[in-house]
T-cell receptor, first 113, second 109 residues
Framework: DTGVSQDPRHKITKRGQNVTFRCDPI?????LYWYRQTLGQGPEFLTY????????KSRLLSDRFSAERPKGSFSTLEIQRTEQGDSAMYLC???????????FGPGTRLTVT | QKEVEQNSGPLSVPEGAIASLNCTYS??????FFWYRQYSGKSPELIMF????GDKEDGRFTAQLNKASQYVSLLIRDSQPSDSATYLC?????????FGTGTSLTVIP
């Protein structure tokens, strides 16, 4: 499978716990995006990497959220002290520099109880 | 203000008809425009992208862009029940992608 992969696909956690999600982009893609999507809404931009550099981060993103892409390949998104409002689908997408199209992974569905 | 507006629908068309989906955007600096299809519980799937004013055709799909009116549309010809999904419009003024809330399409057999 040469597409974007995400792990885990589903995560149920209790409020206050920390969670970490992983995204593996398409191998030659140097751009990586994280989005959050809730029911009835479009994907909401969270952050963007070009290679290992985090170039943009949504101003709406709480400081409980952090993302890394240490070697310019896979990326992790961590949410600390989860809240019920964090329940959503977290989507990762990748694209190639100079090419505008981006391709999504299957997503990680987070449920905070 | 980078906003993308779509009619949330639902839009229902009979099988074989043309489905017309519309999107407006507020950022005149937007250069790239995308249509994604999203089935329930799945992630968005890229259908088409368009950069220049006018029409772009790909099989049964035609994207139309009018930058002066800040309007982009998607036509689906010969609609099939398998086209039933939510269609997301996205614009890319810089490095970020901004999505609309999507239009739900149902194709009735």
């Amino acid at each position: 499978d040469t597409g974007v992969s995400q792990d885990p696909r589903h995560k149920i956690t209790k409020r206050g716990q920390n969670v970490t999600f992983r995204c593996d982009p398409i191998s030659e893609h140097n751009r990586l995006y994280w989005y959050r999507q809730t029911l009835g809404q479009g994907p909401e931009f969270l952050t963007y990497f070009q290679n290992e550099a985090q170039l943009e981060k949504s101003r709406l993103l709480s400081d409980r959220f952090s993302a890394e892409r240490p070697k310019g390949s896979f990326s992790t998104l961590e949410i600390q002290r989860t809240e019920q409002g964090d329940s959503a689908m977290y989507l990762c997408a990748s694209s190639l520099d100079g090419v505008h199209e981006q391709y999504f992974g299957p997503g990680t569905r987070l449920t905070v109880t | 203000q980078k906003e993308v507006e779509q009619n949330s629908g639902p839009l229902s068309v009979p099988e074989g008809a043309i489905a017309s989906l519309n999107c407006t955007y507020s950022d005149r600096g937007s250069q790239s425009f995308f249509w994604y299809r999203q089935y329930s519980g799945k992630s968005p799937e890229l259908i088409m992208f368009i950069y220049s004013n006018g029409d772009k055709e790909d099989g049964r799909f035609t994207a139309q862009l009018n930058k002066a009116s800040q309007y982009v549309s998607l036509l689906i010809r010969d609609s099939q029940p398998s086209d039933s999904a939510t269609y997301l419009c996205a614009v890319k003024p810089g490095n970020q992608f901004y999505f609309g809330t999507g239009t739900s399409l149902t194709v009735i057999p």
